[in-house]
């Protein structure tokens, strides 16, 4: 019973930090599908985070707050899009720029604002979001086995990890069964298709760049307003890159994406239980391997080792009409 | 005038400091097929670019159906019922027919409702124009000739009454072609618009009604196919009366230097393009391969050249085996084979490298332009100046960025660097491609010299006049294989049926 | 028609365009220097003052400007294969590794001189070996090299901060670093060379490792234009095909490629370590490995543009210390963002302005007089 209560503590905080990862990783499927390759998240994120949480500082309300940290990220994604669309620029270095920036505007404008080292006020009340109580989860708590999954793994966790998780069934929805899922994928493997159909690929991308900014940024208000109580200098610690590396390892599909993510949630849940807890049969793991092990997965998998990753046909190609 | 599909007044348009098309009046009646005819580069794809939208016309206005439109993007074009099929296939490869079908022609935002109702009328399209296809079949599984099929069956579902197909048969099989032809026939009947782009003048003279002739993004003339010929078009195509007549003398071959045995090569996608290929070529005599592009010439001269690595059989090269497993195209090249490369632009010479560096590509590691493991600078620039001053390359300046140069210049680029070299063996893949008038002369001149100064010479080229005024032996490939054996003197009809697969029995067969 | 613009005179090509858009970079800072509430021309005086002003300001220019000069080297030879080393942060940090090993091993015995090449080679092939794994499974595998050494950054993150923890820190010391190395494990000052010019630098860590990079430099630039392997280099960073056409071994020169340019990576753990800190510490890399980005951006691929693209940054990171205590809402983060718009414009976005310069040229009929290029870009 002992292992079991173990279990569900990792695997509760296996949902609280994959989140940020789901929703980072779906923001990128949309815009890797259509085309864009995007190494920005990380920094997206990271700006969406900070705005959130001022915003909520300064107004005391969440949604608010929700609404910055989207507004910020997409106008990031809109940057990322005027250069790798509009100007048919390069996409890798326009997201590194877009880290760059965001990695130090965000502490400038955090110190100019609030002087309190690059962080933003601790927040309380309804400048956070709260967690929701499923019904009857107090009641159902004893019961043996589904008790604590239900009310302590199920139950009790942000709105905001519910949505992640429900953007993943939508996600494949919209990818799947509807016009715009169809353009999306289309344009992402060949987009003179599209355009000789009469679609406006830029358009297009467009909004599949948007639909990005706008999940990144959920993803960056989660970090600052529910999983934590403001923002920190640097918050996101690599989380964009995790799920690049998740989308990468979910063959841009998502459902996989989930499982990817929820695997290096998982992890990164064991490396904090098992800093100085030996494992059985093998040893004291050093956590430095257990924090690398989601980058070596994902190295693995693209060296083709254990299936082949194939990215969208025309990622990272700006489109450009033949002549 | 109500007969007219399209109507053409004045369209014209630049690309920078080329004029491709210059004030182009064009009338196609409806109900016809109506073919356009011109060399490559003549300005017929900009032109029915423009008519779907797809560049702007800088001037000139369309007409459609009597109304004046205009065409600002493809969109418009498919509203004015105006479908294209592209010479490049603009499908999505790993989408199913009906997805492809549908994209852009969804109905509504939600797919369900219009999946059945494509699935619906693309049957009963398939049933009306003979155009079978599985529509759950994945684009990339299907051969050439169904995934062109597929390109029309979206037209048609778009509601197009006018349909242009730009060099439609570049990629199919005789029988293939054949069969589009019967559908084009068919689709007329219904009373469609077709326009067939094409520089093949044996499709024209089978299936237009009417055909017009473009040259040097010039309109020169429209013809009733029925009241012209052959040679008359041709003689509008190209300006003047075609003399490729090549002075040389008879050929006196010597020793076999270049020997395939069993050649089989296949392409990136694992489809075999060369199949079983066995010939040889001797000094002093120039082999012309001819064929239709994409039967399998690219992938032999890669092969041959070690670009490319060979499934199976054996090559050799003044009397030594060639590793065939396509490692090491440099090592060839010291043992005495030259190439002149089909892709001049991206093969051939990096366009970013000015002239002196690429006058040494593939050859940079001879010790003559080497100090140790550094590049002598000074004798490349005096090597380069030399070539130049040898072929005539304008403008005379080894150190002007090679993509500043004109076709014509690049190509030379390319014949002095690999010429010069004196090699045993000279493998030419479309040597005027893009090449002007003046410079064509030139090369083929050059090309002779080679065979007369003992050096084997396997040319390919898809035009055949080329080969014919050239070659002293030719050989015809098709479908991967090389199907038959003729002296250049043969006959252009004969030379075409072989080229189009159509054996004639006794030699065929080997 | 393959040249998507109408030519240019080399000038603009090659002197306007890129300094339009370096000013634009500059502006967009500006502007957020306005919106913390300060004056950005005195933020700009400012941080000249600090980091040319006087010679121990020189000295920290120097000094950060020799770590940009090798990343910078190291981002610009892979392009010129057509690459995106975006690892070079991580191959500097596990170089670390072949700078700190032989001062710990050799630091009692040898004296620095010897000492000194041991590291070079030590830190180029940690370097190298990071980053052969990515330019391996790039070149047989078919791996993007850039996710390949994103990936890698973080692991060697995670390798280097299990190595000072849990191997290389002394016994009974708390903070996650080597011990500190005997005098022969550290790099002398080139004090010497600004006192020529009447400068003091005072305790400024500029040191011998300056002059290695501008050694490297002059290196790059014979390899890359004057080698038969920069031949084959650039050949295949600008027409794969024509590279296989040649006969040029496509794995052997990615790999080599990459190697080289984590060779050039790894060098700069060498001024940190030797000249600066004298021992091994948590991060010392500091983000240099991306600055790397920028200058090679900014320095168009070109040792020439590369050294003083290094210098401006190595004013930016020492003038912006500078600043920050005149100016406390302005902190080191300013220059991320910098780096950041620098990196936009000069890079993503370095052919926003080009149409309406052409335009420009077109109209004023300058264009056409344009006479060619000398060669090699």
């Known amino acids: ?323 | 005038m109500n007969d007219l599909a399209i109507e053409l007044k004045g369209i014209d348009k630049k690309f920078g400091l080329v004029h491709a098309n210059k004030a182009i009046d064009l009338r196609v009646r409806k109900g016809t097929i109506h073919g356009i005819i011109g060399e490559n580069g003549a300005g017929k794809s900009t032109l029915m670019s423009i008519l779907y939208g797809f560049y702007q016309a800088d001037e000139g206005d369309i007409f459609v159906g009597g109304r004046k439109i205009e065409i600002k993007d493809p969109n418009a074009a498919i509203t004015a019922g105006i479908g294209m099929v592209h010479q490049h296939f603009m499908l999505v490869e790993n989408f199913t027919v009906l997805e492809n079908v549908m994209l852009g022609a969804e109905d509504s935002q939600i797919l369900n409702a219009g999946i059945a109702k494509a699935r619906q009328e693309l049957k009963r399209l398939e049933h009306e124009y003979e155009l079978e296809v599985d529509p759950d079949a994945i684009i990339e599984e299907l051969p050439v000739g169904l995934q062109q099929r597929v390109e029309i069956l979206k037209a048609l579902y778009r509601g197009a009454e006018i349909l242009i197909l730009d060099e439609p048969t570049g990629v199919l099989t005789p029988a293939e072609a054949d069969h589009l032809f019967r559908i084009l026939e068919q689709l007329k009947d219904q009373g469609k618009t077709i326009l067939l782009i094409t520089h093949k003048l044996r499709e024209i003279m089978a299936v237009t009604d009417e055909v017009s002739v473009m040259r040097r993004g010039e309109m020169v003339a429209t013809r009733t196919t029925a009241e012209t010929s052959v040679e008359e078009l041709a003689e509008l195509m190209v300006g003047r009366r075609v003399l490729l007549h090549v002075e040389k003398g008879p050929a006196s071959p010597g020793d076999v230097l270049l020997s395939v045995e069993n050649l089989t090569v296949r392409d990136s996608r694992g489809v075999d393009m060369v199949k079983d290929v066995s010939f040889h070529v001797r000094a002093g005599e120039i082999v012309g391969i001819a064929g239709v592009a994409g039967n399998g010439q690219s992938e032999l001269l890669q092969a041959v050249s070690g670009i490319r690595r060979a499934v199976r059989g054996k090559v050799w090269l003044d009397g030594a085996p060639v590793d065939v497993t396509g490692k090491d195209p440099s090592d060839l090249r010291h043992r005495g084979l030259a190439h002149v490369p089909e892709d001049r632009q991206h093969m051939g010479l990096v366009l970013k490298f000015d002239e002196s560096e690429n006058s040494i590509l593939g050859y940079h590691d001879d010790p003559k332009y080497l100090n140790g493991l550094f590049l002598n600078i000074e004798a490349i620039r005096q090597d380069a100046a030399a070539k130049i001053e040898k072929y005539d390359i304008r403008p005379p300046n080894p150190r002007l960025k090679t993509a500043n140069f004109s076709g014509g210049n690049q190509q030379k680029i390319v014949l002095a660097r690999e010429m010069e070299r004196d090699p045993k063996v000279l493998i030419i893949g479309q040597p005027t491609r893009g090449v002007d008038v003046g410079a064509i002369e030139f090369i083929h001149k050059r090309i002779i010299e080679m065979r007369d100064a003992g050096k084997a010479v396997l040319l390919v080229s898809v035009e055949l006049d080329e080969i014919r005024s050239l070659s002293d032996r030719v050989l015809v490939m098709f479908d991967g294989r090389i199907v038959g054996e003729r002296s250049p003197d043969t006959g252009e009809g004969e030379l075409g049926l072989l080229m189009a697969g159509v054996e004639d029995g006794q030699e065929a067969a080997q | 028609m393959s040249a998507p613009y109408a030519k240019l005179p080399g000038w603009v090509d090659y002197g306007l365009i890129p300094l339009i858009n370096l000013a634009v970079a500059f502006l967009v800072a500006g502007l957020v220097v306005l919106a913390v509430g300060e004056s950005p021309l005195r933020a700009a005086s400012l941080m000249i003052e600090g980091a040319f002003g006087y010679g121990e300001g020189i000295g920290f220019t120097l000094y950060y400007a020799t770590n940009f000069i090798f990343t910078g080297l190291a981002v610009a030879v892979a392009f010129h294969c057509g690459l995106f080393n975006i690892g070079g942060e991580g191959q500097a940090y596990v170089a670390g590794l072949g700078v700190a090993l032989p001062c710990l091993w050799l630091d009692q015995v040898m004296p620095w001189y010897v000492i000194f090449p041991v590291a070079i080679l030590g830190s180029a092939l940690a370097g190298a070996a990071w980053a052969l794994i990515p330019g391996w499974l790039q070149a047989k595998r078919g791996s993007h090299v850039v996710i390949t050494t994103i990936m890698f950054n973080f692991i060697a993150s995670s390798l280097m901060v299990y190595v000072l923890v849990d191997v290389l820190k002394p016994a009974g010391s708390m903070a996650p670093q080597t011990r500190t190395f005997a005098e022969s494990g550290q790099l002398p000052r080139l004090d010497w060379l600004l006192s020529w010019v009447g400068l003091d630098i005072g305790g400024a860590p500029f040191n011998l490792s300056f002059l290695l990079a501008l050694v490297m430099a002059v290196v790059v630039w014979v390899l890359i234009w004057r080698t038969k392997l920069g031949y084959e280099i650039r050949t295949m960073g600008h027409s794969p095909s024509a590279a296989r056409y040649a006969g040029i071994g496509e794995s052997r020169i990615i790999i080599i490629t990459m190697m080289i340019s984590g060779g050039l990576a790894g060098m700069m753990a060498l001024n940190p370590i030797m000249g600066d800190q004298h021992s091994m510490q948590l991060d010392f890399v500091g983000g240099a490995g991306f600055v790397g980005i920028a200058v090679a951006l900014m320095g168009r691929s070109h040792p020439v543009g590369i050294v003083p693209a290094a210098i401006l940054f190595g004013m930016l990171y020492q003038g912006g210390a500078e600043i920050s205590f005149e100016m406390p809402e302005i902190s080191r983060d300013m220059i991320t963002i910098i780096q950041g718009l620098v990196i936009l414009f000069a890079g993503a976005l370095e052919n926003m302005f080009r149409p309406a310069i052409t335009t420009f040229f077109a109209t004023t009929g300058t264009a056409r007089a344009g006479k060619t290029l000398p060669a090699g870009e």
């Not at chain 1, 505007?105 to 967690?131: E, K």
């Not at chain 1, 043996?144 to 199920?154: E, F, K, R, V, W």
């Not at chain 1, 929805?173 to 690929?201: H, K, M, Q």
Request: charged share 10%; aromatic share 12%; net charge positive.
């Open chain 1, 1 to 323: 019973m002992e292992y079991f209560d173990t279990l569900i503590v990792i695997l509760q905080s296996t949902v609280r930090v994959s989140v940020p990862l789901i929703l980072a990783a779906l923001a990128g499927l949309y815009s890797e599908r259509s085309g864009i390759f995007d190494i920005g998240l990380e920094g997206k994120m990271l700006a969406a985070a900070f705005a959130g949480a001022a915003a909520a500082a300064v107004t005391e309300s969440a949604l608010i707050g929700l609404g910055a940290a989207i507004f910020v990220s997409v106008c990031l994604a809109l940057v990322h899009g005027f250069a790798s669309i509009t100007q048919r620029g390069n996409q890798i270095v326009s997201g590194v720029a877009i880290n760059f920036i965001a990695l130090g505007a965000t502490v400038i404008l955090g110190q100019a604002w609030f002087r309190q080292g690059g962080r933003t006020p601790q927040l309380s009340g309804d400048a956070r979001f709260t967690t929701v109580e499923l019904p009857f989860a107090a009641e159902l708590a004893d019961v043996p086995i589904l008790g604590p999954i239900y009310s302590n793994l199920l139950s009790g966790h942000f709105l905001l990890t519910y949505l992640a998780f429900a953007l993943v069934p939508f996600t494949w929805w919209v990818l799947y069964r509807t016009r715009f899922g169809l353009r999306l994928r289309a344009v992402g493997e060949n987009p003179g298709a599209v355009d000789t159909a009469g679609i406006s690929v830029t358009w297009l991308r467009y909004r599949a760049v948007i639909c990005c900014g706008i999940l990144t940024g959920i993803a960056g208000a989660y970090l600052s307003m529910a999983m934590t109580a403001g923002f920190v200098k640097g918050m996101t610690a690599g989380k964009g890159f995790i799920a690049l590396a998740a989308l990468i390892f979910a063959k841009w599909k998502p459902v996989n994406v989930m499982f990817a993510c929820l695997l290096f949630g998982f992890l990164d849940a064991m490396s904090i239980r098992m800093q100085g807890n030996p494992l059985p049969f093998i040893g004291e793991v050093p956590v430095q391997f257990m924090q690398a092990l989601p980058y070596m997965l994902t190295v693995i998998l693209l060296a083709g080792f254990i299936g082949k990753a194939i990215p969208p046909r025309a990622g990272g190609v700006p489109y450009v009409k033949e002549r």
